[in-house]
Protein backbone atom coordinates (compact mmCIF):
# COMPACT_ATOMS: atom_id res chain seq x y z
CA UNK A 1 0.00 0.00 0.00
CA UNK A 2 1.55 3.27 -0.67
CA UNK A 3 0.94 6.00 2.11
CA UNK A 4 2.90 8.93 0.25
CA UNK A 5 1.65 10.34 -3.15
CA UNK A 6 3.64 13.02 -4.65
CA UNK A 7 2.40 15.63 -6.71
CA UNK A 8 3.70 19.02 -8.64
CA UNK A 9 6.33 17.71 -11.27
CA UNK A 10 6.89 19.35 -14.59
CA UNK A 11 9.36 20.56 -17.02
CA UNK A 12 10.87 23.67 -16.12
CA UNK A 13 13.96 25.83 -18.07
CA UNK A 14 17.10 25.86 -16.57
CA UNK A 15 17.16 28.67 -13.74
CA UNK A 16 13.05 28.17 -13.17
CA UNK A 17 11.53 26.98 -10.00
CA UNK A 18 8.72 23.85 -9.16
CA UNK A 19 7.33 23.17 -5.89
CA UNK A 20 6.43 19.52 -5.35
CA UNK A 21 3.77 18.40 -2.66
CA UNK A 22 3.66 14.90 -1.07
CA UNK A 23 0.52 13.96 0.36
CA UNK A 24 0.57 11.86 3.49
CA UNK A 25 -2.04 9.45 4.55
CA UNK A 26 -0.40 7.15 7.52
CA UNK A 27 -1.62 8.12 11.01
CA UNK A 28 0.59 9.92 13.33
CA UNK A 29 2.32 11.74 10.33
CA UNK A 30 3.93 14.47 13.13
CA UNK A 31 5.77 11.57 14.55
CA UNK A 32 8.08 10.87 11.92
CA UNK A 33 10.99 11.89 10.16
CA UNK A 34 10.43 12.36 5.81
CA UNK A 35 12.11 13.01 3.42
CA UNK A 36 12.68 13.65 -0.59
CA UNK A 37 14.21 10.87 -2.64
CA UNK A 38 14.98 11.19 -6.53
CA UNK A 39 16.44 9.17 -9.32
CA UNK A 40 18.02 10.35 -12.37
CA UNK A 41 18.31 8.43 -15.53
CA UNK A 42 21.00 5.50 -15.20
CA UNK A 43 21.34 6.56 -12.05
CA UNK A 44 20.37 5.05 -8.29
CA UNK A 45 17.57 6.70 -5.83
CA UNK A 46 19.56 9.43 -3.52
CA UNK A 47 17.79 11.15 -0.69
CA UNK A 48 17.56 15.10 -1.33
CA UNK A 49 16.69 16.62 1.51
CA UNK A 50 15.17 15.63 4.99
CA UNK A 51 13.06 17.07 7.59
CA UNK A 52 12.57 16.07 11.34
CA UNK A 53 10.16 16.05 13.61
CA UNK A 54 10.91 19.81 15.19
CA UNK A 55 11.44 21.13 11.89
CA UNK A 56 15.15 20.46 11.41
CA UNK A 57 16.33 20.21 7.70
CA UNK A 58 19.25 18.55 6.21
CA UNK A 59 20.16 19.00 2.28
CA UNK A 60 22.62 16.84 -0.18
CA UNK A 61 25.38 18.93 -0.68
CA UNK A 62 24.64 19.78 -5.03
CA UNK A 63 20.74 21.23 -3.66
CA UNK A 64 22.06 23.31 -0.92
CA UNK A 65 20.52 26.95 -1.07
CA UNK A 66 18.28 26.21 -3.91
CA UNK A 67 16.47 23.55 -2.29
CA UNK A 68 13.56 23.93 0.62
CA UNK A 69 11.97 21.51 2.70
CA UNK A 70 8.98 22.33 4.89
CA UNK A 71 6.35 20.17 6.18
CA UNK A 72 2.58 21.14 7.56
CA UNK A 73 1.33 18.69 9.88
CA UNK A 74 -1.83 19.55 10.53
CA UNK A 75 -2.36 19.12 6.67
CA UNK A 76 -0.80 15.74 6.30
CA UNK A 77 1.62 16.93 3.66
CA UNK A 78 5.18 18.43 3.08
CA UNK A 79 6.47 20.10 0.94
CA UNK A 80 9.79 21.01 -1.55
CA UNK A 81 10.43 24.06 -3.45
CA UNK A 82 13.38 23.90 -6.11
CA UNK A 83 14.68 26.90 -7.28
CA UNK A 84 17.78 27.63 -9.73
CA UNK A 85 17.07 24.18 -11.13
CA UNK A 86 19.83 22.96 -13.66
CA UNK A 87 19.71 19.88 -15.70
CA UNK A 88 21.39 17.56 -13.61
CA UNK A 89 18.10 17.81 -11.43
CA UNK A 90 15.79 16.00 -14.02
CA UNK A 91 14.80 12.73 -11.77
CA UNK A 92 11.73 11.34 -10.95
CA UNK A 93 11.34 12.75 -7.35
CA UNK A 94 9.38 10.59 -4.42
CA UNK A 95 8.65 10.95 -1.11
CA UNK A 96 8.62 8.95 1.82
CA UNK A 97 10.06 8.57 5.52
CA UNK A 98 13.19 9.00 5.90
CA UNK A 99 13.41 5.30 6.56
CA UNK A 100 11.28 4.43 3.59
CA UNK A 101 8.77 2.01 3.16
CA UNK A 102 6.92 1.09 -0.08
CA UNK A 103 7.50 3.88 -3.02
CA UNK A 104 5.00 5.53 -4.29
CA UNK A 105 4.58 6.83 -8.30
CA UNK A 106 7.16 9.84 -8.02
CA UNK A 107 6.53 12.73 -10.21
CA UNK A 108 8.79 13.50 -13.22
CA UNK A 109 11.04 17.06 -12.90
CA UNK A 110 12.61 17.67 -16.43
CA UNK A 111 15.08 20.44 -16.97
CA UNK A 112 15.68 21.45 -20.73
CA UNK A 113 15.81 24.39 -22.82
Known amino acids: QVYFVESGGGLVQPGGSLKLSCAVS????????VAWYRQAPGKERELVAE???????KYEDSVKGRFIIWRENDRNTFYLVMNKLKPEDTAVYYC???????WGPGTQVTVSP
Open 26 to 33: ISNFAIYD
Open 96 to 102: NKRSPGA
Open 51 to 57: IDTLDAT
